[in-house]
């Protein structure tokens, strides 16, 4: 059963407009999500996290939103660079626990 | 500074061969993890070191895997009798605390089962 769900595997944006990934959970016990990047051949880099205190964290071009109601979180890119193409992964945990579950992933394509 | 080394980064081995995978945290990190990613699946958490304690190892697929941490440095992940569906990318990752939610990812090992 998957905890974690991307259920968009790619989405192409253009150069300068909003990039905007997705992610659903089913765990209410989770309470803190993160993103990754992850460009070929290489491991995932973090970019941004929240916690379930919060519904909004902002980081220069990446904000994420979390509405803990739907069990959803939202990663906006703003505006989207080609350097953004890459595979993004959102993950969660819950308090204690040190375990992280990641979704599948969304391959994000940035059209110059 | 240096980031987490892994190696090899690539691994062929014939089915029913045992295979051990390295992983070289940053160095001062605490805590230590192992995933693993399947082609087209997104990354399934093994293990997890504190030091070279591992309290929970439920994430372990099988008793064909273990692994192993040398104080808060080097953890080995070794599959015993290693099967096709074994053939995955294998992620090491380091924190430096096991409450930092930041982890920082190696290269990842390739390992494809014949």
């Known amino acids: 059963d998957q905890q974690v769900k991307q259920n968009s595997p790619s989405l192409s944006v253009q150069e300068g407009r909003i990039s905007i990934l997705n992610c659903d959970y089913t765990?209410?016990?989770?309470?803190?999500f993160l993103w990754y990047k992850k460009y070929p051949a290489e491991g995932p880099t973090f970019l941004i996290s929240i916690s379930s205190i919060k519904d909004k964290n902002e980081d220069g071009r990446f904000t994420v939103f979390l509405n803990k109601s739907a069990k959803h979180l939202s990663l906006h890119i703003v505006p989207s660079q080609p350097g953004d193409s890459a595979v993004y992964f959102c993950a969660a945990s819950e308090s204690g626990t040190y375990k992280y579950i990641f979704g599948t992933g969304t391959r994000l394509k940035v059209l110059a | 500074g240096a980031g987490v080394s892994q190696s090899p980064s690539n691994k062929v081995t014939e089915k029913g061969k045992d295979v051990e995978l390295r992983c070289d945290p940053i160095s001062g990190h605490t805590a230590l993890y192992w995933y693993r990613q399947r082609l087209g699946q997104g990354l399934e958490f093994l293990i997890y070191f504190q030091g070279n304690s591992a309290p929970d190892k439920s994430g372990l697929p099988s008793d064909r895997f273990s692994a192993e941490r040398t104080g808060e440095s080097v953890s080995t992940l070794t599959i015993q009798r290693t099967q096709q569906e074994d053939s995955a990318v294998y992620l090491c990752?380091?924190?430096?605390?096991?409450?930092?939610?930041?982890?920082?990812f190696g290269p990842g090992t390739r390992l494809t089962v014949t």
């Open positions: 765990n209410s016990m989770f309470d803190y």
């Open positions: 990752a380091s924190s430096y605390v096991l409450q930092s939610y930041e982890q920082y």
